[in-house]
């Protein structure tokens, strides 16, 4: 993984010192909390309901069992023993004083990790699929790419205040793991005659206005890369609405000016800044590209694995996937434990995965947009031991995509912007499907709390949206959306729910599912077949 040189640490410590000397202007009242909002929101500092929260970066979801330790301390120390792992592979903590921030950047700061960018008007974390380096299907590791772009984006001096926040994905598989469609910019690693670029695709997100991007330019080299994004910022950033934060975001620009014309610009462009130089030399991504490059894998790792024992077979047909090498797999720890909360890990069980990652992969763990942690590189020899201390610290839950693997927003428990509370109806939607996840297959549910969609629920197989309604939390139901490969916007039902009754809808959806499917077809496939109207006859009729 990418490790920090001087310039990189020096910029790191120069914004913990920085920002101390803010809030130490803020806490004497020198600034008022309009003149230190937008500070704070630079270094990831939000002000939710109850108390401040910390949003950490995890750059493309890669950190070690150093980094992960640290994450465990802070838990410990500053908030109340847990943090919230994010859709955007960051992780949050919601109980933090004032006064402790600048203390906890310095931590993180001692293991090359800080929270610069994950808030305001700027291109966010950069997100990468949570296999890369350890998928078969990969065309090359994306993560070299990712670094890159979180190079030049760092502090970039155009792109510090854009008309809306911006987020890049970067993936190098046809499987899109990490909803690369559903990006400002989603980046996909290709080769062409012999040589490796990317297809570029621009105007995804999700929010009040859903759209999936569009292709842009289905191939730039790697030698024309940042001149190329650069290109299709500039042009959002010039044509952008800073007069209308619900119209600011690029997809909104392209489908006002539609995909054609904003190419057009973009290439009009790229031909000015190619000529500014700034495409770093071959060099630097090589020198990049070696700090990821696959560890010591034995070669005589055995490839058998012992099944003898049935509840570690179903952890192990759920939540681990292939790897490249022969004798290793890729374990998916699933922090969906029934009746938990989604995405939630208390500082035990973060020191416990600390742990497995230096002793099981290699000192590599990553964080996934849906939620859950990865260990990227498990000799298969070692499955059964990771299982069994994953199971004892609660962390074995085999559900990977499946019901009760649902992704969730803070929602109104912790969020001010948020209309109802997505985690108590996640606790009582896996709790009701529990007995039936296996029965129903591979389903993914998403909740968001209010309409910015920080739960995804546009993506969702089954979707799921809390609105006020006359000061009255309310549920508004939505099937047929994908994240991945097969991208899709899900589809409003009707007229929304209580909690209980969004659950019991949820029932009725997928009796519906279980009588209509046909051998071997998912959820969503089964809803592609028959269409929309047979499902809301079953919630509504």
Same mark, same amino acid.
């Given at each position: 993984?990418?490790?920090?040189?001087?310039?990189?640490?020096?910029?790191?410590?120069?914004?913990?010192?920085?920002?101390?000397?803010?809030? &130490?202007?803020?806490?004497?009242? *020198?600034?008022?909390? @309009?003149?230190?909002?937008?500070?704070?929101?630079?270094?990831?500092?939000?002000?939710?309901?109850?108390?401040?929260?910390?949003?950490?970066?995890?750059?493309?979801?890669?950190?070690?069992?150093? *980094?992960?330790?640290?994450?465990?301390?802070?838990?410990?120390?500053?908030?109340?023993?847990?943090?919230?792992?994010?859709?955007?592979?960051?992780?949050?903590?919601?109980?933090?004083?004032?006064?402790?921030?600048?203390?906890?950047?310095?931590?993180?700061?001692?293991?090359?990790?800080?929270?610069?960018?994950?808030?305001?008007?700027?291109?966010?974390?950069?997100?990468?699929?949570?296999?890369?380096?350890?998928?078969?299907?990969?065309?090359?590791?994306?993560?070299?790419?990712?670094?890159?772009?979180?190079?030049?984006?760092?502090?970039?001096? &155009?792109?510090?205040?854009?008309?809306?926040?911006?987020?890049?994905?970067?993936?190098?598989?046809?499987?899109?793991?990490?909803?690369?469609?559903?990006?400002?910019? !989603?980046?996909?690693?290709?080769?062409?005659?012999?040589?490796? !670029?990317?297809?570029?695709?621009?105007?995804?997100?999700?929010?009040?206005?859903?759209?999936?991007?569009?292709?842009?330019?289905?191939?730039?080299?790697?030698?024309?890369?940042?001149?190329?994004?650069?290109?299709?910022?500039?042009?959002?950033?010039?044509?952008?609405?800073?007069?209308?934060?619900?119209?600011?975001?690029?997809?909104?620009?392209?489908?006002?000016?539609?995909?054609?014309?904003?190419?057009?610009?973009?290439?009009?462009?790229?031909?000015?800044?190619?000529?500014?130089?700034?495409?770093?030399?071959?060099?630097?991504?090589?020198?990049?590209?070696?700090?990821?490059?696959?560890?010591?894998?034995?070669?005589?790792?055995?490839?058998?694995? @012992?099944?003898? @024992?049935?509840?570690?077979?179903?952890?192990?047909? *759920?939540?681990?996937?292939?790897?490249?090498?022969?004798?290793?797999?890729?374990?998916?720890?699933?922090?969906?434990?029934?009746?938990?909360?989604?995405?939630?890990?208390?500082?035990?069980?973060?020191?416990?995965?600390?742990?497995?990652?230096?002793?099981?992969?290699?000192?590599?763990?990553?964080?996934?947009?849906?939620?859950?942690?990865?260990?990227?590189?498990?000799?298969?020899?070692?499955?059964?031991?990771?299982?069994?201390?994953?199971?004892?610290?609660?962390?074995?839950?085999?559900?990977?995509?499946?019901?009760?693997?649902?992704?969730?927003?803070?929602?109104?428990?912790?969020?001010?912007?948020?209309?109802?509370?997505?985690?108590?109806?996640?606790?009582?939607?896996?709790?009701?499907?529990?007995?039936? *996840?296996?029965?129903?297959?591979?389903?993914?549910?998403?909740?968001?709390?209010?309409?910015?969609?920080?739960?995804?629920?546009?993506?969702?197989?089954?979707?799921?949206?809390?609105?006020?309604?006359?000061?009255?939390?309310?549920?508004?139901?939505?099937? !047929?959306?994908?994240?991945?490969?097969?991208?899709?916007?899900?589809?409003?039902?009707?007229?929304?729910?209580?909690?209980?009754?969004?659950?019991?809808?949820?029932?009725?959806?997928?009796?519906?599912?279980?009588?209509?499917? &046909?051998? !071997?077809?998912?959820?969503?496939?089964?809803?592609?077949?028959?269409?929309?109207?047979?499902?809301?006859?079953?919630?509504?009729?």
């Amino acid at each position: 993984m990418y490790r920090y040189d001087q310039y990189d640490q020096a910029i790191v410590d120069a914004r913990v010192d920085e920002f101390r000397d803010q809030v &130490e202007r803020r806490l004497s009242g *020198q600034l008022s909390e @309009d003149q230190f909002k937008p500070l704070r929101l630079m270094n990831g500092l939000y002000l939710q309901l109850h108390a401040y929260m910390l949003r950490v970066a995890i750059p493309y979801g890669t950190l070690d069992s150093r *980094q992960m330790r640290m994450l465990a301390g802070i838990a410990r120390d500053y908030d109340r023993g847990y943090g919230h792992f994010t859709t955007r592979q960051n992780l949050q903590f919601n109980w933090i004083k004032l006064a402790d921030t600048p203390d906890i950047l310095a931590r993180l700061a001692t293991v090359q990790m800080h929270a610069i960018q994950t808030s305001g008007n700027c291109i966010r974390n950069i997100s990468a699929d949570q296999y890369a380096g350890a998928a078969a299907d990969e065309v090359a590791d994306p993560r070299p790419w990712a670094e890159l772009i979180r190079q030049w984006s760092t502090f970039h001096p &155009e792109f510090s205040y854009l008309p809306r926040k911006f987020k890049f994905a970067v993936i190098a598989a046809e499987e899109d793991r990490a909803a690369m469609r559903l990006h400002d910019i !989603g980046i996909r690693l290709v080769t062409r005659d012999g040589e490796l !670029g990317a297809s570029i695709y621009v105007g995804g997100g999700m929010g009040r206005t859903p759209m999936i991007s569009h292709l842009v330019r289905d191939f730039v080299g790697s030698d024309d890369l940042m001149s190329y994004l650069e290109a299709c910022l500039r042009v959002y950033n010039r044509y952008g609405r800073r007069d209308n934060i619900y119209k600011a975001r690029i997809k909104i620009l392209l489908h006002e000016i539609g995909a054609d014309e904003y190419r057009r610009q973009v290439e009009e462009e790229f031909l000015l800044v190619k000529q500014l130089g700034i495409d770093p030399p071959r060099a630097e991504l090589e020198r990049i590209t070696a700090m990821f490059a696959p560890p010591a894998f034995d070669p005589a790792a055995p490839d058998a694995v @012992d099944r003898s @024992d049935p509840d570690f077979a179903v952890w192990l047909d *759920q939540n681990v996937a292939a790897h490249k090498q022969p004798g290793y797999a890729i374990v998916n720890v699933s922090l969906k434990p029934i009746g938990g909360i989604p995405g939630d890990a208390d500082a035990d069980q973060i020191a416990l995965l600390a742990d497995l990652g230096a002793a099981y992969s290699f000192d590599e763990l990553r964080v996934t947009h849906a939620q859950n942690i990865v260990l990227p590189h498990v000799a298969k020899r070692d499955l059964y031991a990771v299982w069994r201390r994953l199971t004892k610290a609660g962390l074995a839950e085999p559900n990977l995509d499946l019901i009760t693997d649902i992704i969730a927003c803070p929602g109104l428990d912790y969020c001010s912007l948020a209309n109802a509370r997505s985690i108590p109806l996640a606790q009582k939607i896996a709790t009701r499907f529990a007995d039936r *996840q296996r029965e129903l297959g591979e389903l993914k549910l998403k909740i968001s709390g209010c309409i910015n969609a920080c739960g995804h629920h546009h993506a969702g197989h089954i979707g799921i949206l809390g609105v006020d309604k006359k000061g009255t939390e309310n549920y508004q139901l939505s099937l !047929g959306g994908s994240g991945a490969q097969d991208v899709s916007l899900a589809k409003i039902t009707g007229p929304g729910f209580s909690e209980d009754g969004v659950v019991d809808a949820i029932e009725r959806v997928t009796d519906r599912y279980l009588a209509t499917r &046909e051998p !071997g077809e998912r959820f969503l496939d089964t809803y592609r077949r028959v269409g929309f109207e047979p499902f809301k006859d079953a919630i509504y009729g």
